[in-house]
């Protein structure tokens, strides 16, 4: 599988800023790029996911950018909130693929 | 059941000692899915089983560890002869398909070896 790669491995953000994490891969038979929200204690869970025939998508404060001359997404939160802590990993999958590689995670820390 | 059930949720064990850990997924998902997470680290991929299909086991890391699936219900993750890089959340998931599009996480096995 080819290798997703994530960063930062941790971010500290105020309340009400702007937490951006960015990931970058190879395999340009990737596909499908979601982004998992993990808490502590819980599975991850899925929180948004592109494709890349379009170059963002947006669901309330979150919003997936992609770029695909780049081979590269990120995840912009804004408008941060301390109940927005949590680790968050990307993934990507390629089409006819079952098996979605995922970067290490980014452990975000909004502070009140 | 409404969500993917793991059990048990913490488990400590001896060195040497053999494991195991269940999986019940959404009920109706066909393909299932276990990772290993060891602390700070991403989610790596373990073995993935969809259907009657043969399992896919290349994530598999030894072989002291194997996986089984009974029909499209309970999986079981065994480790046999555990040693203390084994220490992990070990997470399993599913889906509806085996497209791998929205994947279901339970809440982890956690496991430690002493």
């Known amino acids: 599988q080819q290798q997703v790669k994530q960063s930062p491995q941790s971010l500290i953000v105020q309340k009400g800023g702007i937490s951006i994490i960015n990931c970058a891969y190879e395999n340009t038979a990737f596909d499908y790029f979601p982004w998992y929200q993990q808490f502590p204690g819980k599975g991850p869970a899925l929180l948004i996911a592109?494709?890349?025939?379009?170059s963002e998508k947006k669901e309330g404060r979150f919003t997936i950018s992609f770029n695909k001359s780049a081979k590269q997404f990120s995840l912009h939160i804004m408008d941060s909130q301390p109940g927005d802590s949590a680790t968050y990993f990307c993934a990507a999958r390629s089409f006819g693929s079952y098996i979605p590689t995922f970067g290490r995670g980014t452990s975000l820390i909004v502070h009140p | 059941g409404a969500g993917v059930s793991q059990s048990p949720s913490n488990k400590v064990t001896e060195k040497g000692k053999d494991v195991e850990l269940r999986c019940d997924p959404i009920s109706g998902h066909t393909a299932l899915y276990w990772y290993r997470q060891r602390l700070g680290q991403g989610l790596e991929f373990l073995i993935y089983?969809?259907?009657?299909?043969?399992?896919?086991k290349s994530g598999l890391p030894s072989d002291r560890f194997s996986a089984e699936r009974t029909g499209e219900s309970v999986s079981t993750l065994t480790i046999q002869r555990t040693q203390q890089e084994d220490s992990a959340v070990y997470l399993c998931a599913s889906s509806l398909t085996g497209t791998g599009n929205t994947i279901y996480f339970g809440e982890g096995s956690w496991l430690t070896v002493v």
């Open positions: 089983f969809q259907g009657n299909s043969a399992p896919d």
């Open positions: 592109i494709r890349p025939d379009v």
